[in-house]
């Protein structure tokens, strides 16, 4: 059964700091990692999507990662800004189903 | 090309009635995948369908809770004889391949049970 877990839960920290956000997995048998942004009472937003024949994706600020032997994704985000102020999910995709990892909640302040 | 659309965003449902929540897949897109996100926790899985069958059913509560997608029409996921603790957002998501392919997710419906 796959397991994902995110570390820190939360994270508070100064406009103009970069960051890295952590997601392991339990099973490496993943066909892709996915990272999503939650604002509160809202939906997902997709952020980044990477196949497990890939290394990394990058987006503008964004940079994500995958090592799918040690089980671990992390989620890069330069320059962070108050409106990067969020919760942050990672998926891994395993047959028919996305496990989600319970979030990191990021605060930036201005 | 539209996104994935649920319907209603807020439900409002009394301890004992029918909740029934719509979800139309992006246009193109056949397989449909529905999640519950309970207050305080994360996302988890419930099903998954193709038109007109249910494909992985495992995160389904055993009772009261029924999902389907027909031919024509919104996939529904529908709860008989709501109970305050099936209060939560519940997600809908499409994928135009099989399983392991990119999932798109719907806004969301927030149930809440009085």
């Known amino acids: 059964k796959q397991e994902v877990t995110q570390i820190p839960a939360a994270l508070s920290v100064p406009e103009g700091e970069n960051l890295v956000l952590n997601c392991s997995f339990t099973d490496s048998a993943i066909y892709n990692l996915q990272w999503f942004r939650q604002d509160p009472g809202k939906g997902l937003t997709s952020l980044l999507l990477i196949q497990s024949s890939q290394r990394e994706q990058t987006s503008g600020r964004l940079n994500a990662s995958l090592d799918k032997s040690s089980g671990r994704s992390t989620l890069y985000i330069a320059a962070s800004q108050p409106g990067d102020s969020a919760t942050y999910l990672c998926a891994a995709t395993s047959g028919s189903r996305l496990t989600f990892g319970e979030g990191t909640q990021l605060t930036v302040n201005p | 090309n539209a996104g994935v659309m649920q319907n209603p965003r807020h439900l409002v449902r009394r301890r004992g009635q029918e909740a029934r929540l719509r979800c139309s897949p992006m246009?193109?897109?056949?397989?449909v995948y529905w999640y519950r996100q309970l207050p305080e926790e994360g996302l988890k899985f419930m099903v998954y369908?193709?038109?007109?069958?249910?494909?992985?059913e495992s995160g389904m509560p055993k009772e009261r809770f029924s999902a389907e997608f027909p031919k024509e029409g919104p996939s529904i996921l529908r709860i008989q004889q709501v109970v305050r603790g099936d209060s939560a957002a519940y997600f809908c998501?499409?994928?135009?391949?099989?399983?392991?392919?990119?999932?798109?997710f719907g806004p969301g419906t927030r149930l809440t049970v009085t």
């Open positions: 998501a499409s994928s135009p391949r099989a399983g392991d392919d990119e999932q798109y």
């Open positions: 369908l193709q038109k007109e069958n249910i494909i992985d």
């Open positions: 246009k193109g897109h056949s397989h």
